[in-house]
């Protein structure tokens, strides 16, 4: 099976992922790939154009190869702000998409506290693409389509 999970920075995707995860499946998780490519003493959220240029092709050659095994192990992709085009793949794929969303105003407090400041920009982003999307006033601390 192949999960896509989705939602703003700092919304718990990895940890959504760690709780429904075993050791078997495929985890692809750019922040993780990230980090395994990067020298010794780099922050945790290193936001490098280098670096993510060669994480991101790393994730790609990844999701191939997985989406391949998705009949034979779980598959677990994180992808933020998946367009339409890799929507419709996912799809195809029959992937369950979980979107993880602890509410705005947590996001923006655990950017601000954690993470680069840059994704505050990214978390606006996330929030104007799903505001039309959503239903209901509470937010969702998952939900699958």
Known sequence: MLYVVTGPPAAGKSSWIQAHATARDIV????????????????????DPNLLRVAHKARYAAMYEAFELRDKVDVY??????????????????ARVV?????RNIVMQRIEAMRDPDMQRVATRWYSQHRASRTGAMPQASRAW
């Open 28 to 47: 692809i998780d750019l922040d993780l790939i990230s980090r395994a490519l990067a020298g010794p003493g780099a922050p945790q959220w290193n936001q």
């Open 77 to 94: 992709l994180i992808h933020t702000m998946p367009s339409r085009k890799a929507m419709a793949k996912y799809k195809r794929l029959d």
């Open 99 to 103: 979107a993880v969303d602890p509410g």
